[in-house]
């Protein structure tokens, strides 16, 4: 059982555990494993969970982000298309070889990635959010809220993760798979501070439910696809360097073009602010114009030309901007202002993430690691490392 816990950083987990909140979770760290790992680039939903499903960076996998700049049409395209994953998912090569596997995600957006090549002869790949509609050929399952007992739940909400983690509970009850994915939703993270009264609720109902998934006999595995941070000032208003308007000011209008790679169907969550930001350079200017004055502005923690954040960030060449701008801890990097619906905040601070200071991620296991894993543990962890522990590294597996 693999659960993905999206936008877990590691401030929930210390928090839940230091108050008690984790009982399971914190025998999971005693007994099993646990550190602390790294998430793909940009520290986004979709990059990090194809990553997660396949072991590798984006560089292999070719997802950058949940939205990007198709440069052979000009057009923005959301990375939800089993076409743009450029290899195969460890899910899909275990359905190939005739074990049955189920990923389970709590928002739609995911559902058609992580399924790509699963075969659902014997297998099951759905969403949450469309429980209600899940059919045998489409999803490999039907009648999912009749398994729960639980009505369909608000894609706004603590419930979607929690009936994605219930779900996975009767299927190991009734029809256990030998490999389950499931990936959550960051709605709580998104609202929620650590110590909030939501959020403790919600880690609370996340203990729970992977304390009985052990208690069934599964190895469960609990890591991130990101983290999150507070991206406002000490007002409330969001801190926010809205970066296609300087561009715009300083060098013309239509010279450059500030791409948004968080930016999903959920913009309630986050408004489609983060920590991570591409550049498309036009005739009229250069990468080294846009680095020179992005440089000078406050709250950017990096600022690389293409070929380096590859190099660096281990991200597909043919999906990148000519430029790549990364924002600090605390702030959030935008378009234009008059582009972002600040509304949808509903008066909330507003938390987010994408850049490297939401790259830490929780990384645990609910049995001890084999001594070749706990030897190569020493070493840099990686959040899409989790499948090749959790199946290849612990005790529980001879």
């Not at 049409?73 to 939800?80: D, K, L, Q, R, S």
């Not at 369909?152 to 909400?157: K, T």
């Not at 036009?282 to 954040?309: Q, S, W, Y």
């Not at 509304?343 to 070749?372: T, Y």
Request: hydrophobic share 40%; proline share 6%.
């Amino acid at each position: 059982m693999v659960v993905c816990v999206d936008g877990g950083d590691p401030a929930y987990f210390d928090h839940a555990r230091s108050a008690g909140i984790v009982p399971n979770i914190a025998t999971f760290e005693e007994q099993g494993f646990g550190a602390i790992a790294k998430s793909a680039m940009p520290s986004l939903t979709n990059p990090n969970n194809v990553s997660i499903i396949t072991g590798t960076p984006p560089s292999v996998h070719g997802i950058s982000g949940n939205h990007f700049l198709d440069k052979a049409t000009g057009a923005g395209v959301m990375m939800n298309d089993p076409k743009l994953v450029r290899c195969e998912s460890v899910l899909a090569g275990f359905s190939r070889l005739g074990a049955r596997v189920v990923a389970i995600t709590a928002k739609e957006k995911l559902r058609r990635i992580l399924g790509k090549g699963v075969d659902l002869t014997n297998s099951a790949v759905f969403s949450a959010e469309h429980a209600d509609v899940c059919a045998m050929g489409e999803h490999g399952i039907d009648n999912v809220l009749d398994l729960t007992g639980r009505p369909l739940p608000d894609v706004y909400s603590a419930d979607l993760s929690l009936f994605s983690l219930e779900t996975a509970v009767k299927l190991l009850q009734n029809d256990p798979p030998l490999l389950m994915y499931v990936s959550l939703t960051d709605y709580i993270q998104h609202k929620y501070a650590p110590g909030a009264p939501e959020s403790d609720s919600f880690f609370a109902g996340l203990d729970d439910a992977v304390g009985r998934m052990a208690d069934l006999g599964a190895v469960v595995a609990v890591t991130a696809d990101h983290g999150m941070n507070d991206k406002s000032k000490p007002d409330g208003t969001p801190n926010v360097v809205f970066l296609q308007d300087l561009l715009d000011t300083r060098l013309g209008a239509r010279t450059t073009k500030v791409v948004l790679p968080i930016t999903d169907p959920y913009v309630v969550h986050h408004g489609s602010l983060g920590g991570f930001v591409r550049v498309y350079c036009e005739d009229r200017t250069t990468p080294e114009k846009v680095m020179n004055i992005v440089r000078t502005l406050p709250g950017i923690a990096e600022v690389l030309d293409a070929a380096t954040a590859c190099a660096q960030l281990d991200l597909p060449p043919d999906r990148e901007g000519d430029v790549v701008v990364i924002a600090d801890a605390g702030t959030a990097l935008g378009s234009s202002e008059a582009f972002h619906d600040l509304s949808a905040l509903g008066g909330h601070r507003l938390r987010s993430h994408g850049g490297l200071a939401e790259r830490r991620v929780p990384f645990i296991l609910s049995v001890p690691l084999n001594d070749e894993y706990a030897a190569r543990a020493d070493g840099p962890i990686r959040n899409y490392d989790i499948l090749d522990y959790a199946l290849n590294g612990t005790t529980a597996f001879r």
